[in-house]
Nanobody
Framework: QVQLVESGGGLVQAGGSLRLSCAAS????????MAWFRQAPGKEREFVAA?????????YYADSVKGRFTISRDNDKNTVYLQMNNLNPEDTAVYYC?????????????????WGQGTQVTVSS
């Protein structure tokens, strides 16, 4: 019922920045938390960051991106953003937006009910 569409991926040099967007539609009132995951070829999908839709918008970050990435929200636009700074080649992956209807362990993919198609981020050295 909920559709998620990512945008903003691309090719950047190491040290550069990108801003990803995730637009949600269709029954967005059911969303409790939204998150970003990423997956490199041959590797498991890993948690990047999450933000609660309500309240004060609590945020959660993987240690690998803490201090470099910032997740934010615009509930009026049903959109979540991921500002990525100081990118390095290890950040290269397909980045996926996800949404969950209920609270759970934010880093567990199984807790998310909806997924976008992904957007490619490539960081050159």
């Amino acid at each position: 019922q909920v559709q998620l569409v990512e945008s903003g991926g691309g090719l950047v040099q190491a040290g550069g920045s990108l801003r990803l967007s995730c637009a949600a539609s269709g029954g967005t009132g059911s969303i409790y938390i939204m998150a970003w995951f990423r997956q490199a070829p041959g590797k498991e999908r890993e948690f990047v960051a999450a933000i609660r839709r309500g309240g004060g918008g609590s945020t959660y970050y993987a240690d690998s991106v803490k201090g470099r990435f910032t997740i934010s929200r615009d509930n009026d636009k049903n959109t979540v953003y991921l500002q990525m700074n100081n990118l390095n080649p290890e950040d290269t992956a397909v980045y996926y937006c996800a949404a969950a209807r209920h609270l759970g362990v934010v880093a567990y993919t199984s807790n998310y009910n909806y997924w976008g198609q992904g957007t490619q981020v490539t960081v050159s050295s």
